[in-house]
């Protein structure tokens, strides 16, 4: 199992940014998919999910900011980030696992739920 986030960059404060996140290993389309992120010195925090019912959640921090969808046929899924602010500058991941509101939002507690961490993406916001 191995999730690959790209797209990653620098953009100015209001701006936007598209992160893609590639799966191999298995079967992509029955698979929930959630994107985190790691600001420097802060920890890991779930930011949204897409079930493959394509149910979603968001965080409070990206509701009606951040759009997450998925395309089976590429094995990706999308990260529309839009309106971002400097406090979304952070190392941006994705993983496999349960797309439930309490889990996405309790890394802490439930991070082990989530497999397939790749590298990550940074993401840079400029005010």
């Known amino acids: 199992v191995q999730l690959q986030a790209s797209g990653g960059g620098t953009a100015q404060s209001g701006g936007s940014l598209r992160l893609s996140c590639v799966g191999s290993?298995?079967?992509?389309?029955?698979?929930?998919v959630a994107w985190f992120r790691q600001a420097p010195g802060k920890e890991r925090e779930g930011v949204a999910c897409?079930?493959?019912?394509?149910?979603?959640r968001y965080s409070d921090a990206v509701k009606g900011r951040f759009t997450i969808s998925r395309d089976n046929g590429k094995n990706t899924v999308y990260l529309h980030m839009s309106n971002l602010k400097a406090e979304d500058t952070a190392i941006y991941f994705c993983?496999?696992?349960?797309?439930?509101?309490?889990?996405?939002?309790?890394?802490?507690?439930?991070?082990?739920?989530?497999?397939?961490w790749g590298q990550g993406t940074l993401v840079t916001v400029s005010s």
């Open positions: 993983a496999r696992g349960p797309c439930i509101g309490p889990i996405l939002n309790n890394y802490r507690e439930y991070g082990s739920k989530f497999s397939g």
């Open positions: 897409i079930s493959s019912s394509e149910t979603i």
């Open positions: 290993g298995f079967d992509f389309g029955w698979a929930p």
